[in-house]
């Protein structure tokens, strides 16, 4: 084999990538701006349905720079899953005491706290 056969080029995958993550940051951009009332005043789970959207646009975002940036789709299997469900499973768990705590402290200060919004 030759060099050039040996070589292939990602530049379709690149701009493929960097198209998704530009579509899905102008989702999380619009939907910031616009905070529609649907969304931002619908609770589920202890917290409104954007937050829970910003959540998982930022996980899928998160997903595809770890896969192509990193270059975890070159990787064995094991360590792909031991990298990617890990970052997931932590900031799932994070974002989740975030979550608690802020509507804890929401609920015992908000009586005592004029919030201006």
């Known amino acids: 084999m030759t060099h050039a056969q040996e070589h292939t080029s990602h530049t379709k995958l690149i701009w493929k990538v960097f198209g998704i993550l530009s579509v899905i940051t102008t989702v999380e951009v619009i939907l910031g701006i616009l905070k529609p009332d649907a969304l931002h005043l619908t609770k589920l789970v202890g917290t409104s349905l954007l937050n829970i959207i910003f959540l998982v646009l930022t996980l899928v ?15 064995k299997k094991s360590l792909r899953r031991a990298v990617v469900w890990t970052a997931i499973i932590y900031i799932v768990y994070l974002a989740t005491l975030l979550l608690i705590e802020g509507s804890y402290i929401n609920d015992v200060l908000g009586p005592l706290t004029k919030w201006n919004y």
């Open 61 to 75: 975002k998160a997903y595809y720079i770890t896969w192509f940036f990193m270059h975890m789709a070159d990787e």
